[in-house]
């Protein structure tokens, strides 16, 4: 496989540091909203901080997205499928987006301010509106269940084009 053939370096560490920390973060919201256990408070402050660097990861992913060239897909997919590829690629950037902004809107129409590690506190509305607060909450929790779906997805043609086209696809990224 020659260079060309595979994303850049800087684009494989985002992909695989953001699949790491976005899994982490499915996993602690799901344990936390389904728990009164006293770590309960501790894991949410943690979901919030690490919530607000995935913001910041998403947007400079982004960035260098649009400033890197990508391997090209296999010449002998159909043209139904690449198509599919790219929206289902573009529907994930926006899910990893709307996710954590959703998720600060939430807190910040409650009145609470977000303490980053101790570093840097992110304000909240002096005013708290709780249809708002509700809105954003019900959004954090379908969206989560869209971003659950689609990484599924997303595994899933990972592994058929590894394992039953066995083409370059997922080598294109290791
Ligand atoms: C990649 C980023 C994020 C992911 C994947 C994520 C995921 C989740 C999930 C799966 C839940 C459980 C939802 C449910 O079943 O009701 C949850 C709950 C929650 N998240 Fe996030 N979250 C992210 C970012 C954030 C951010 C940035 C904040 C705030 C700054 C935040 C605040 C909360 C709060 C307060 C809850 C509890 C909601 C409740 O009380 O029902 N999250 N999150």
């Known amino acids: 496989m020659i260079s060309s053939d595979r994303f850049s370096l800087s684009m494989r560490l985002f992909h695989w540091g953001m699949a790491a920390l976005v899994l982490s973060m499915l996993?602690?919201?799901?344990?936390?909203?389904?728990?009164?256990?006293?770590?309960?408070?501790?894991?949410?402050?943690?979901?919030?901080?690490?919530?607000v660097v995935a913001i910041l990861l998403v947007t400079a992913r982004l960035i260098n997205r649009l400033r890197h060239k990508l391997p090209a897909l296999p010449h002998d997919l159909a043209d139904w499928q690449k198509t599919v590829a790219k929206v289902s690629h573009w529907?994930?950037?926006?899910?990893?987006?709307a996710m954590p902004v959703s998720g600060y809107l939430m807190q910040y129409f409650a009145g609470r301010p977000i303490d980053i590690f101790g570093l840097l506190r992110l304000p909240a509305a002096l005013q708290v509106d709780i249809h708002l607060y509700a809105l954003f909450r019900e959004l954090h929790s379908l969206l989560a269940l869209a971003l659950i779906g689609m990484i599924a997805l997303h595994v899933g043609a990972a592994m058929h084009h590894h394992f039953v086209r066995k083409d370059d696809v997922l080598k294109s990224m290791l």
């Open 27 to 51: 996993a602690a919201g799901l344990l936390m909203v389904t728990s009164l256990q006293p770590w309960q408070l501790t894991l949410l402050t943690i979901h919030k901080a690490f919530g």
């Open 91 to 97: 529907l994930l950037y926006f899910l990893l987006f």
